[in-house]
């Protein structure tokens, strides 16, 4: 079946260091990829997707590219801020299971000033 | 609201009590999911509904599990004679569309609902 793996947190940075947060899936076919982001007290929102290979997603200055030949859709940003501090969740839906999104455990961020 | 809504915020059950979750999605969404989330995991996909049919239930872990959309709005989640492993928050999303087998409409995620069963 489809699974999402991603790197394990809490990851703690100072406030203008880059960031990456891995995430490898397993699925047949060709998934759609997805970013999520959970603020604090908030519902999980949407951050980014790729539809195919070699997409690049991006937004706010987050961009995660759709990797096929390695499996992966690594989100990075180059300078992080106190306000991205949230839990990061990567998600795949399958091209032949419609209607269910399939989550990572998430990753929590902590920028510090 | 523009947003999607989830009542009751907070739940605590006793075990065996039957509990009834609700969920407003945004106005005019076609799609509207259920996933589960346990403390420190991502949410489990639980049932997908298009308009008022419910198109997919795969991931409901029993039959003490229920959900239901009669006019293709408003949807609710029962739980029937909880159990502690039931305790998880209980998450609402909407998307415009309708889903396929491509779909890559946005769906959008309430707060949740946080059900303790004591």
């Known amino acids: 079946g489809n699974s999402v793996t991603q790197m394990e947190g809490p990851v703690t940075l100072s406030e203008e260091a880059f960031l990456t947060i891995n995430c490898t899936y397993t699925?047949?076919?060709?998934?759609?990829l997805f970013w999520y982001v959970q603020y604090p007290g908030e519902g999980l929102q949407l951050l980014l997707k790729?539809?195919?290979?070699?997409d690049k997603g991006s937004n706010k200055g987050f961009e995660a590219t759709y990797r096929k030949e390695t499996t992966s859709f690594h989100l990075e940003k180059g300078s992080v801020q106190v306000s991205d501090s949230a839990v990061y969740f990567c998600?795949?839906?399958?091209?032949?299971?419609?209607?269910?999104?399939?989550f990572g455990k998430g990753t929590s961020l902590l920028v510090t000033p | 609201g523009a947003g999607v809504s989830q009542s009751p915020r907070y739940k605590v059950a006793k075990r065996g009590q039957d509990v009834a979750l609700r969920c407003d999605p945004i106005?005019?969404?076609?799609?509207l999911f259920w996933y589960q989330q346990a403390l420190g995991q991502g949410p489990e996909f639980l049932t997908y509904?298009?308009?008022?049919?419910?198109?997919?239930k795969s991931g409901l872990p029993s039959d003490r599990f229920f959900a239901e959309r009669p006019e293709g709005s408003v949807s609710t989640l029962k739980i029937q004679r909880t159990q502690q492993e039931d305790s998880a928050v209980y998450l609402c999303?909407?998307?415009?569309?309708?889903?396929?087998?491509?779909?890559?409409?946005?769906?959008?995620f309430g707060q949740g609902t946080r059900l303790t069963v004591v």
């Open positions: 699925a047949t076919g060709y998934p759609s």
């Open positions: 999303a909407s998307s415009l569309k309708g889903e396929t087998g491509r779909g890559t409409s946005e769906a959008f």
């Open positions: 106005s005019g969404h076609v799609s």
């Open positions: 998600a795949l839906r399958g091209s032949n299971s419609g209607y269910a999104l399939n």
């Open positions: 790729a539809t195919k290979a070699d």
């Open positions: 509904f298009q308009n008022e049919a419910q198109l997919d």
